[in-house]
Nanobody, 128 residues
Framework: QLQLVESGGGLVKPGESLRLSCTAS????????MSWFRQSPGKEREGVAC????????KYGDSVKGRFTISRDSEKNMVFLETNDVKVEDTAVYYC?????????????????????WGKGTSVTVSS
């Protein structure tokens, strides 16, 4: 069974960058579309980014477009989220997700439906 573990969270200042990692074990990620979500206290879970399995197509949430980049490394069996020019409102627990539905999943991933596997999250705090 696929297991996902996020890492790379921490405390950063507004305008700085941070790279989050999602490490998979148990299976290869090659067949999975991969996603990142986040949730802040008192707020609903928000879809941040998604990357398909076959073509590497990407989709981003409106609040992070142009600032965040999702990528994957098949050799390392990992997925990354580069967060640039972070803002206070990016403070959240970030979760990695996986789905076998590929682009069908990514095209409507924002609500999290269709996510087959979840990690336990890594916390990001943006504060001056």
């Amino acid at each position: 069974q696929l297991q996902l573990v996020e890492s790379g969270g921490g405390l950063v200042k507004p305008g700085e960058s941070l790279r989050l990692s999602c490490t998979a074990s148990g299976e290869s990620l090659d067949s999975y579309a991969m996603s990142w979500f986040r949730q802040s206290p008192g707020k609903e879970r928000e879809g941040v980014a998604c990357i398909s399995a076959l073509a590497g197509r990407r989709k981003y949430g409106d609040s992070v477009k142009g600032r965040f980049t999702i990528s994957r490394d098949s050799e390392k069996n990992m997925v990354f989220l580069e967060t640039n020019d972070v803002k206070v409102e990016d403070t959240a627990v970030y979760y990695c997700g996986a789905s076998l539905a590929d682009w069908m999943y990514c095209s409507a991933f924002e609500d999290g439906d269709g996510t087959d596997y979840w990690g336990k999250g890594t916390s990001v705090t943006v504060s001056s």
